[in-house]
């Protein structure tokens, strides 16, 4: 159940010295919910750091404690878990039970205290959330990392019965879950009320439940997936070739709202080969999901267009992105190059293909430039690794959570998640050895 943290969960320290100012004491009310609304909506920990600053400040205003998961407004959706390297994994002895964030717009760091870690492993990340499974019982929980508070699903070990039939009859219940494991979490939050889905990579099914089930239950059909997708807002985004046609399908997937029946995919858009090829990855850019391809087979320039315009059959690409630069991995994040000063902006952060190395791609121009020194590309040269490579290790998931960065040689070792098949237990899973 939500509620407030219990004495497991994450701790974010904050100055709690009470202010005596009579200048922070005399702002009137309506001021101080004004100020108080436009920093939330920016950025949580301003929030938060606003109302400690005096009693006043914080009477007069909302409370994330308690509410962080079960309202939107109170989740770091900016705010990514940051990869250590050096093999040090979340909850890895040397940490002492912190874990640091890092501030996709601002680049500011946080440092959080979770204990957690030492008991559960982290699957997903949803909108700033952390989608964990505890060791012992395999239940899944979303914990919000600077509110500490956590929201309890069922256990992730319910669904192997429904399951069974879509294995070897060789795999063993731990090899099952393994399976299970590897996910794209989509919520969606009602006056208090949440709904929670699982879609699943190697099923082509998703499951959802509420904090309230016993167990998660499992779609009666299959998505087709050909490419990584997004989940945000509810709303999971996948894309699919045709085999004839060759044609770019998009589909989307809801999370029902209480009370609602889950419903199949649906398409919203489709795309000719003229207009748009593969491989395709899709990417939330301040208020808009971005559909990045490439032009042609030779796969040299890259295009980017609006979901929105696709949906309409508006194909306009998008000539820049500001300040904004996309890193694209397993999955694709967006930051702005005010937080990575060594990144120019409108560009995308990808590994270039035909080619065997990361380098970013300029919108507006169309031209390619390397992006990462040598011990940042084979990762066997002794130096440090530059914040670049530490966000594009954010871009996979099957490496973000194991104390490992990504490097050319270790990524080309194969798609990153089927790593997460090779740890079958949690703990396994947590450490990656």
């Given at each position: 159940m939500a509620g407030g943290p219990p004495s497991s969960s994450p701790a974010l320290t904050v100055n709690s010295e009470v202010s005596t100012s009579p200048w922070a004491s005399s702002l009137p009310d309506d001021l101080v919910r004004q100020v108080a609304s436009r920093l939330l909506a920016g950025d949580l920990l301003h929030y938060v750091r606003f109302r400690a600053v005096c009693r006043p400040w914080r009477s007069g205003t909302a409370s994330p404690g308690g509410r962080g998961v079960v309202e939107p407004r109170f989740h770091p959706r900016r705010w990514m878990m940051f990869p250590e390297g050096n093999g040090l994994y979340p909850g890895h002895p040397n940490l002492h039970g912190y874990v640091r964030f890092f501030n996709l717009d601002t680049g500011a760091f946080v440092r959080a205290r979770i204990p957690l870690f030492q008991d559960h492993c982290v699957l997903d990340s949803y909108e700033g959330l952390l989608v964990l499974q505890r060791d012992h019982d395999t239940a899944i929980r979303l914990l919000n990392p600077l509110t500490g508070d956590i929201l309890d699903l069922p256990p992730l070990s319910t669904l192997l019965p429904q399951?069974?039939?879509?294995?070897?009859?060789?795999?063993?219940?731990?090899?099952?879950?393994?399976?299970?494991?590897?996910?794209?979490?989509?919520?969606?939050?009602?006056?208090?009320?949440?709904?929670?889905?699982?879609?699943?990579?190697?099923?082509?099914?998703?499951?959802i439940a509420t904090p309230q089930d016993?167990?998660?239950?499992?779609?009666?059909?299959?998505?087709?997936?050909?490419?990584?997708?997004?989940?945000?807002?509810?709303?999971?985004?996948?894309?699919?070739?045709?085999?004839?046609?060759?044609?770019?399908?998009?589909?989307?997937?809801?999370?029902?709202?209480?009370?609602?029946?889950?419903?199949?995919?649906?398409?919203?858009?489709?795309?000719?080969?003229?207009?748009?090829?593969?491989?395709?990855?899709?990417?939330?850019?301040?208020?808009?999901?971005?559909?990045?391809?490439?032009?042609?087979?030779?796969?040299?320039?890259?295009?980017?267009y609006k979901l929105a315009d696709l949906v309409m059959e508006r194909y306009?690409?998008?000539?820049?992105?500001?300040?904004?630069?996309i890193f694209i991995q397993e999955r694709?994040?967006?930051?702005?190059?005010?937080?990575?000063?060594?990144?120019?902006?409108?560009?995308?952060?990808?590994?270039?293909?035909?080619?065997?190395?990361?380098?970013?791609?300029?919108?507006?121009?169309?031209?390619?430039?390397?992006?990462?020194?040598?011990?940042?590309?084979?990762?066997?040269?002794?130096?440090?690794?530059?914040?670049?490579?530490?966000?594009?290790?954010?871009?996979?998931?099957?490496?973000?959570?194991?104390?490992?960065?990504?490097?050319?040689?270790?990524?080309?070792?194969?798609?990153?998640?089927?790593?997460?098949?090779?740890?079958?237990?949690?703990?396994?899973?947590?450490?990656?050895?």
């Open positions: 399951t069974r039939q879509k294995f070897p009859k060789r795999f063993r219940a731990r090899r099952r879950l393994a399976f299970l494991r590897c996910i794209y979490t989509a919520a969606t939050f009602a006056d208090g009320a949440v709904t929670v889905m699982l879609v699943f990579n190697f099923l082509f099914r998703v499951a016993q167990q998660w239950t499992i779609s009666t059909w299959y998505y087709k997936i050909g490419q990584p997708l997004l989940s945000t807002q509810g709303k999971t985004y996948v894309v699919y070739e045709t085999s004839v046609e060759r044609t770019l399908k998009i589909y989307q997937i809801d999370t029902p709202l209480p009370n609602e029946v889950l419903q199949p995919p649906k398409l919203i858009a489709t795309c000719t080969a003229d207009k748009l090829r593969q491989p395709v990855y899709f990417v939330k850019c301040d208020s808009e999901v971005l559909v990045i391809g490439h032009s042609d087979i030779s796969l040299s320039n890259i295009l980017v306009i690409p998008v000539t820049s992105i500001g300040d904004k630069a694709a994040l967006s930051a702005s190059t005010k937080a990575l000063p060594t990144v120019m902006g409108d560009t995308i952060i990808y590994t270039r293909p035909m080619e065997d190395y990361h380098a970013q791609y300029h919108i507006s121009s169309g031209t390619w430039l390397p992006t990462m020194n040598q011990c940042s590309i084979l990762g066997t040269e002794q130096g440090p690794c530059s914040l670049v490579q530490h966000i594009i290790t954010c871009c996979s998931r099957g490496h973000w959570n194991k104390g490992v960065l990504v490097s050319r040689k270790k990524y080309n070792s194969g798609w990153p998640c089927f790593q997460q098949l090779q740890w079958p237990i949690a703990k396994d899973l947590r450490r990656g050895a």
